[in-house]
Structures are given as C-alpha cells and as structure tokens.
C-alpha cells in the first residue's frame, strides 16, 4: 500500500510541476511581451503628431454625429483600439477643432470631407454652420471635397467656400420624410394581442403596433413640423450657395427631366444648377490643394492633420482658469431607468450626477444638453425635479436642447431656468402613451395555456400569457390620463402659461424649435454656445467662469493601458482593417419596434416618448 501511495504522489508531483513550470513560462512570456510593447512605444518617436506651418485642418466626421460616445469610456476606447466600435463622432469635438483652429495660425485652410458621415440632425448641422462662418470671417478659406454627397452631407459641404466633387460622384438631395414600419396585420397573423393606452390625438408613438398606416393626425403633425425642418434646410443651402429658394425646390421636384437632361451625369447636373464649384477626382483635387497649404508625407496628397489628431497636440483657446464654474452635463438617448451607461438616460446615473454638481461649491451653474426622443414617464418626472432641487440649492440651470428633445426630454426641461433650442430641433410631443402586448392566442395556437387561481380579481391577471381583463384596461387608462394632466400641469407653470393654452399646443403633437418658441413652450432659439452665454448672465458671472463637461471618466490606470495598447496595435500592425458596419435602414427599425415590444411585455409603464429622431442621411 505504502508503494502504491508513493508512486501516486510521484505522478501527482511531476504532474503539478509540469503545470506550475507551464505557468510560469506562460506568465513570464505575458511579462517581456508586454514590457517588449512598451519599450516600442516608449522609444518609437516617429508617430508623433506636429502641426506644422501651413497646414489644412481636416474635418471629417464618421459615422453619426451625436452630443456623447455610447457605452462606458473603457470600453468604447478598447474596442475603437480594434477598430470594432459603430463609429461615431462628437458635435463638440468638430466645434472645438474647428475653434482653436481659427486662431491658430500654423492652420491655414479648413478641408471639410463628409464622405464617412452616415447621419446627424439639423441642429447640429446649424451649430457647425455658425462655427466655420466664424472661421471664414478670420480670413482662412474652407473647401469641401467629396467623391459623393447626401442630403446631409451635402448641407456641410456647402457651408465651404468651394465645393469639389468627384467628376464621377452624385449628389443626392431628396427631401425630408417621416416614414415607419407598421404591423397589425403582421401581430394579427400571430395573434399577438395589443392593449394600447394614450392620451393626446396626435400622440403616435405606439401607432405601429395598432394600425396598418398613419393617422391622419399623425400624418398633419408630422408634414408640419417636417415641412419647417425641409424649408430651413433649403434656406440654408440658398444662403450658403446663393441659389434661390424657388430654384432648390423646382430643380429637386423635376429632377427625372433634369438629369436626363444632364445625360444621366450627376456630377454635371450638379455644378450646372450651382451646387458644387468644381468637378475633379482626388488626385487633382490633393494636387489643388498642395498648392494651397504643401506637399504632404507619405500616402497624404497635401499638408494637412484631422481634426481628432489635432485636438489631441493643440490647446484649448481663451481658457480661463479662475473664477466659477459652468458645468454641462449630458443627457443622449431614451430615458429610463436606473443606473445606465453612456448612450441612455439613466435616471439614477444622470441624479447622482446632478447631485454632485449640486454640492460643488465651485459650480455656479449647469447647462443640460439634452438630445433625447423621451421614454419613461417616472424616470422623466424623477430628472425633473432633480433639475428644480438644482435651482432651488442656488445653482442657474439651463437647457439646451440638441437635435430632439421632446416628450419626456422636453418633460426634463421644465426644470429649467431657461429652455433653449435650434430652430431645427425636434421637441414638445406634450403626450403620453402605455402598451402592453399579450400573446394567449399566440400560444393556443401552439396548444399552451395560463390557467390558476388568486386572492383577488386581479391576482396573477397581469401577464403576457393571458388576455388583459377590462377592469385592467380601465385601470391603465385612468393612469395616463392622470400622467398626462400632471404633464399639462407642469408645463403650465414652467412655461407661466394656462393650462387651456397649453392643450392648444400638447396632445402629443410635435414641433420644431422655431415653431415650439413661437408658441411659448421655448424661451429662446440658439446655439449650445449661447445657451452657457446665457446660464453666465443669469448666474451673473460676467466673462469670469469656465465651462467643463461632466461625463464618466477612465481611471488613470485604465486611460494609461488604452493608450499603451492602442500605440502597441498600431506600431505593429496588429489593428484589423475592417469594412464599416453601416446603417440598414428597414432592418435597425425593424430590430428596434421589436426589442421595445419584447421589453414591455408582461409589464406596464407609461411612456412620454417620441418616435422622431430622426437624423438626416
């Protein structure tokens, strides 16, 4: 027996060296892996970026211009190190870059190339239009490059002093719209039951999953707040291209005649009708432009550094670093609840913010970017009266509102001291709507039933699986309307208004920013720019204050490995080169009607959202 122990702990024995040596072999190569990485970034000085005399800034967004990235900062920056993150780009990056560039002398020309731009809103595109129009009046050109141009893309161009596109490119100019997915069939044909709630005629959030086309409430509101968007769009264009407005529209609604007209040459139509100033590929076009600024390095037809690469080797203009505080908070995305990451209105992670800001002494006052569509009703109510308890601590709260802040964004607002938006933003939606979908005749189909006893007559009744009773129906509905009342209520006193006077404006209907101020539910229209102008007036602050944006922040350990790995990938071309993941349009709508439908079933909340963000492609 003794024998038999001794040649099993023998066994055992090399078998647990084997793997302790395998271990530490493993762990020591992890180990001079790492430091080899760093010693190549550490003395690998060929990357560094200098912004040299005579350079072009090179504005080129991608992706979806919003206010905030989503997700946490670490992960984002480690999946953007593996290129494997949807882009996108910040407003405020774009406004920054293009600001100290105006006054940096070294930056002698502003090329503005679109063509990685999938999406952004009208109020943001209005926010940049003001930026490059104080960069033109330094005295420095713009020049907008494109092999194609969309309709949004397009409205950044012709903020340039000359447009070139490509001699074989397109330019796409169609219109706005305001089109859905709509399923009742589609839930009829799956027994799928829908028990809608709603107050307000043109409140048409859930309409898709009760009908097979748009109201004709629906259909009025939505072509009227359109319709304002689409004529500052075309003014925009005239006023940038110095075509008449008649022109714009009559060249877009015979634009069939015209190209035909044109042989089918988009391009060609394009500088005929005074669109665009050049017609050039590339190669020329970085040949033009080597004239103006010199010859680039490497695969670069011109001198030039873009705008991410320039915000991370120059410095901030003008920034003050005394006096009180002006600080902007963010809040991008539906609202609900709990604590969320970055991309969502969390109404515990917003709070906590807010919170802190309020127990800042060195903070005079809070500027709320709000870009939100809406969504929950509580968590909407909850950021209300944070944004009051903000006011009433002795903090100047103001809101500007981004591309859309309606239904529960503009909810949020109310808390404010001032509201103010872009004429082109998308708010009001005064409304509120509840749904909840059950699916008994889905089941039976497949021969599964709910069936069970309770103590009462509502006991085990809300569930996704049986029908919903009428005393249930009745309870939800009382509910919303009670919701909707507080909501006209608030306004009311938020806006110094009667509630009379507000139901001419609510009952879900929504507004651009122009159309909102002309009816008393905005105090001003303007620019963020403006917004913290005006939040250093009412706070009193005169010119003594600077501004800083509260957002979730890396540790200094976790920026460091970013930075570390991401140098590393790149210096030994370990990065992935992969195809953008773009929009499919039918498809991401189509997914996101179904993950709001699977959220809510089984369960009911009220919602003071809107389906009308909408960025223009």
């Not at 999946?79 to 600001?99: F, G, K, S, Y």
């Not at 009379?500 to 879900?508: D, F, H, K, T």
């Amino acid at each position: 027996m003794s024998s038999e122990k001794s040649l099993l702990a023998t066994i055992f024995g090399t078998i647990w060296r084997f793997i302790n040596g395998a271990r530490l072999i493993v762990l020591n190569a992890i180990f001079f892996l790492f430091l080899y990485l760093f010693l190549l970034v550490l003395f690998d000085s060929d990357g560094t970026l200098i912004v040299k005399q005579s350079s072009a800034l090179l504005l080129n967004p991608r992706g979806a211009v919003v206010e905030q990235y989503s997700g946490s900062p670490l992960d984002r920056a480690l999946l953007q190190a593996a290129q494997q993150t949807q882009p996108e780009t910040r407003l405020r990056d774009l406004l920054e870059a293009i600001r100290r560039a105006e006054k940096d002398d070294r930056i002698t020309l502003l090329v503005v190339d679109p063509g990685e731009l999938w999406s952004i809103g009208l109020a943001s595109l209005l926010e940049l239009e003001q930026a490059i129009e104080q960069f033109k009046s330094s005295g420095k050109s713009v020049i907008a490059l494109a092999d194609h141009l969309s309709q949004s893309q397009y409205y950044l161009a012709s903020l340039a002093d000359e447009v070139w596109l490509h001699s074989e490119g397109m330019l796409w100019i169609d219109g706005f719209s305001a089109y859905r997915n709509f399923y009742r069939d589609g839930l009829d044909m799956l027994q799928v039951e829908i028990n809608l709630f709603r107050v307000g005629e043109y409140k048409s959030a859930m309409e898709p999953f009760v009908r097979n086309d748009m109201s004709a409430e629906a259909r009025e509101a939505n072509l009227y707040w359109i319709g304002s968007l689409w004529q500052q769009y075309l003014e925009g264009i005239s006023r940038n291209r110095g075509v008449p407005l008649e022109q714009l529209s009559e060249g877009i609604n015979d634009f069939a005649n015209r190209l035909e007209g044109a042989d089918g040459n988009f391009g060609q139509l394009a500088f005929e009708a005074g669109l665009v100033d050049r017609l050039v590929n590339r190669p020329e076009a970085n040949q033009l432009l080597a004239r103006m600024t010199g010859p680039g390095e490497g695969s670069e037809g011109y001198r030039q550094i873009d705008f991410m690469n320039y915000l991370a080797v120059s410095r901030p203009q003008d920034v003050a670093s005394a006096g009180k505080e002006i600080a902007i908070i963010v809040a991008e995305g539906p609202i609900v609840r709990g604590l969320q990451p970055q991309g969502l209105v969390g109404a515990e992670s917003l709070t906590r913010s807010l919170r802190s800001l309020g127990r800042n002494k060195n903070v005079a006052a809070v500027v709320v970017r709000i870009n939100s569509p809406g969504g929950d009703a509580f968590a909407s109510e909850r950021l209300r009266r944070e944004l009051q308890a903000l006011r009433d601590s002795g903090k100047t709260v103001v809101v500007s509102m981004g591309d859309v802040a309606a239904s529960g964004g503009y909810w949020i607002a109310m808390g404010a001291d001032e509201i103010w938006a872009s004429p082109s933003t998308i708010t009001g939606s005064i409304g509120v709507t509840g749904m909840v979908p059950t699916f008994s005749r889905t089941l039976a189909k497949l021969g599964i039933y709910a069936d069970g006893v309770g103590t009462t007559a509502l006991a085990g009744k809300l569930r996704s699986d049986m029908p919903m009773e009428e005393d249930l129906k009745r309870i939800f509905q009382s509910a919303t309307e009670r919701t909707y009342e507080d909501f006209i209520k608030l306004v009311a006193v938020a806006r110094g208004m009667d509630q009379a006077e507000i139901r001419q404006v609510a009952g879900g209907r929504v507004w651009s920013g122009s159309q909102a101020s002309e009816r008393g539910l905005i105090d001003q229209t303007g620019s963020l720019k403006q917004a913290i102008d005006a939040a250093a007036r009412i706070a009193g602050l005169g010119g003594e204050y600077r501004t800083r944006y509260v957002e979730s922040e890396m540790s200094a350990f976790e920026s460091l490995l970013v930075d570390f790995t991401a140098s590393a990938a790149v210096r030994l071309n370990l990065v992935p080169a992969l195809d953008p993941v773009i929009p499919l349009g039918i498809v991401d709508e189509l997914l996101s009607d179904l993950r709001l439908l699977g959220n809510i079933s089984g369960r009911f909340s009220l919602a003071a959202h809107c389906f009308c963000d909408f960025r223009h492609r």
